[in-house]
């Protein structure tokens, strides 16, 4: 994923709303438990954290909850880094378990991979030290929530 926050030359104004969607990203409640770092480029994202002990299931390895929350939210932020007057809702999605995860950082990469008018398509991976461990797709459709502030979504130009 590019660092500039998207494509090379991509608008201030586009830059400023990939930042306010991490800064809404980080402050979303669930995101206290799971604390996930996110990177939001031009129709990309990626999202890294931690797999802990309290996000494991009987047999000592990460929940699957834990791998639907990544692969769905890069997914998601890679479709909503396209969006900027409303909240995008995610319509299916599929999750295909490859390997399980007992500790390290999963990286989740999530990219749109076609859009028109109504509908939105992206797929994601999650990888443990460079080896997949999870892929994802789905779609994904503009919903009628503004963003703005009511959902932690504030733009701050840079400056």
Same mark, same amino acid.
């Given at each position: 994923?590019?660092? @500039?926050?998207?494509?090379? %030359? &991509?608008?201030?104004?586009?830059?400023?709303?990939?930042?306010?969607?991490?800064?809404?990203?980080?402050? &979303?409640? *669930?995101?206290? /438990? /799971?604390?996930?770092?996110?990177?939001?480029?031009?129709?990309?994202?990626?999202?890294?954290?931690?797999?802990?002990?309290?996000?494991?299931?009987?047999?000592?390895?990460?929940? =699957?909850? *834990?791998? /639907?929350?990544?692969?769905?939210?890069?997914?998601?932020?890679?479709?909503? @880094?396209?969006?900027?007057?409303?909240?995008?809702?995610?319509?299916? /999605?599929?999750?295909?378990? $490859?390997?399980?995860?007992?500790?390290?950082?999963?990286?989740?990469? =999530?990219?749109?991979?076609?859009? @028109?008018?109504? $509908?939105?398509?992206?797929?994601?991976?999650?990888? *443990? &030290?460079?080896?997949?461990?999870?892929?994802?797709? %789905?779609?994904?459709?503009?919903?009628?929530?503004?963003?703005?502030?009511?959902?932690?979504?504030?733009?701050?130009?840079?400056?």
């Amino acid at each position: 994923m590019e660092t @500039s926050g998207g494509r090379a %030359g &991509a608008p201030s104004s586009l830059v400023d709303h990939f930042r306010a969607l991490e800064a809404m990203y980080a402050g &979303a409640p *669930v995101n206290r /438990f /799971f604390r996930p770092v996110i990177k939001v480029g031009e129709g990309e994202a990626e999202i890294r954290m931690a797999v802990r002990p309290d996000m494991h299931h009987a047999a000592h390895a990460a929940h =699957g909850a *834990v791998y /639907f929350k990544m692969l769905d939210d890069a997914a998601f932020f890679a479709v909503q @880094s396209l969006v900027t007057e409303a909240f995008v809702l995610t319509a299916s /999605f599929s999750v295909y378990l $490859l390997a399980s995860v007992a500790d390290g950082e999963m990286v989740a990469t =999530g990219r749109v991979v076609h859009q @028109s008018r109504r $509908l939105y398509l992206a797929e994601a991976t999650i990888a *443990v &030290a460079g080896t997949i461990v999870a892929r994802g797709n %789905g779609s994904f459709v503009r919903g009628t929530t503004r963003l703005d502030e009511n959902v932690g979504y504030e733009r701050r130009p840079r400056g």
